[in-house]
């Protein structure tokens, strides 16, 4: 990384249109540099700017420190319905942005076409959550600016990073600034490490779309789901207002059928090859010591309209394990029965 210029970047691909053929990104580690300072500007990993048909695949990005802005990877008017951008299969960093106005994330999708990103088995944020002391003012998992009008993320685990801003949605799993247009966000595992006062799963500032399909994700966060004012936690099994009394299944808001919040109890590690594998209980597996209540709520992706590129991606897991949608007894209240996250179980947590 460049940490001279005010923008810098590992990968960049800029002003590649209706290609015939693909660009493949793959089996690549980008570092930026973890040294601090204030000013305006970007250190990402990699950035796709106005560009199509690109798979970027079984990485390691990570944006540096040093300016408003860290990122893993960042898309800017990037991809298509026919010719989407791919990101299967990696782990996405941001690192420390101590710029009021800035943020960390491990993705940053900035405007774009409907259907044109696919999102799918990637470990965001994973080595902020090693390494605790790298702190931002704002923490995003993914986030999605200006007019980025719709989302397929799928099957991710997404944690939410390390920001003691103690505001709500300091740290926020995936925040879309424009909820227009349909978003579907199935699957993923999106986690603090403690229930903190400033710790949201998905924000969006405006309401999404009512076709949008927001189901079979484990939120271990203070508060699930926000949308413009209203907050969403869960009363019972059911996602609601902070009264109890307004289900989120009566604001026209979208699917978010499914939902649950648990433990995901990982196994601990300090290798980032392990991060967030599952942790195997000893003696007689129970939900205090195993992680298979938080493992086991997602919906079959088989049910859901998906776009036809994104099928090859949500076939095979982190990694490279066949995807199944065998059936859990293990399966949280209200939510579904499928393996989430990364990280296919195949309903054997043990």
């Known amino acids: 990384m460049n940490l001279i210029g005010d923008y810098s970047t590992g990968i960049q691909v ?6 015939l053929g693909q660009i493949i990104i793959s089996k690549n580690m980008v570092f930026g540099s973890e040294t601090n300072s ?7 990993g990699l950035l796709i700017n106005q560009s199509d048909h690109v798979v970027v695949t079984e990485n390691w990005l990570r944006g540096g420190s040093g300016r408003s802005h860290s990122i893993g990877a960042m898309l800017e008017g990037a991809g298509t319905i026919a010719q989407p ?15 009021p106005i800035g943020f960390s994330a491990g993705l940053w999708i900035e405007t774009g076409n409907f259907e044109a990103v696919i999102v799918s088995e990637n470990k965001i944020n994973s080595y902020q959550y090693l390494n605790p002391g790298l702190v931002s003012e704002n923490s995003y998992g993914i986030i999605l600016t200006d007019a980025a009008d719709s989302s397929n993320i799928i099957n991710n685990d997404i944690y ?22 349909i978003h579907k966000i199935l699957n993923n595992q999106i986690f603090s490490r403690v229930l903190s006062a400033n710790s949201a799963g998905i924000i969006v500032a405006s309401p999404p779309d009512p076709g949008s399909i927001i189901r079979g994700n484990n939120y271990f966060v203070s ?3 926000v949308i413009g004012l209203d907050q969403y936690i869960f009363c019972g099994s059911t996602l609601n207002q902070e009264d109890c009394a307004h289900p989120i299944s009566g604001q026209f808001i979208g699917d978010y059928s499914n939902s649950y919040g648990q433990n995901p109890k990982f ?3 300090i290798e980032i090859e ?3 594998n599952f942790n195997l209980p000893f003696g007689i ?6 992680p298979c209540s938080s493992l086991y709520g997602g919906v079959d992706l088989n049910t859901i309209p998906l776009p036809i590129t994104s099928i090859p991606f949500i076939q095979t897991d982190f990694y490279g394990s066949p995807r199944t949608n065998t059936f859990s007894l293990f399966t949280p209240p209200g939510a579904g029965s499928i393996s989430i996250g990364a990280i296919e179980s195949d309903a054997n947590c043990f």
């Open 160 to 181: 939410i990073g390390n920001s003691q801003n103690t505001s709500l949605g300091k740290s926020t799993g995936i925040f879309l600034q424009a909820g227009f247009g």
């Open 85 to 99: 951008i791919i990101l299967s299969r990696n782990i996405l960093d941001g690192l420390v942005s101590i710029e």
């Open 285 to 290: 597996p129970t939900s205090a010591n195993s």
């Open 223 to 225: 508060v699930p789901v």
């Open 267 to 269: 196994a601990d590690t």
């Open 38 to 44: 204030n000013g305006v500007g970007i250190r990402t």
């Open 274 to 276: 392990k991060i967030w």
């Open 14 to 19: 800029l002003n590649s249109r209706t290609n």
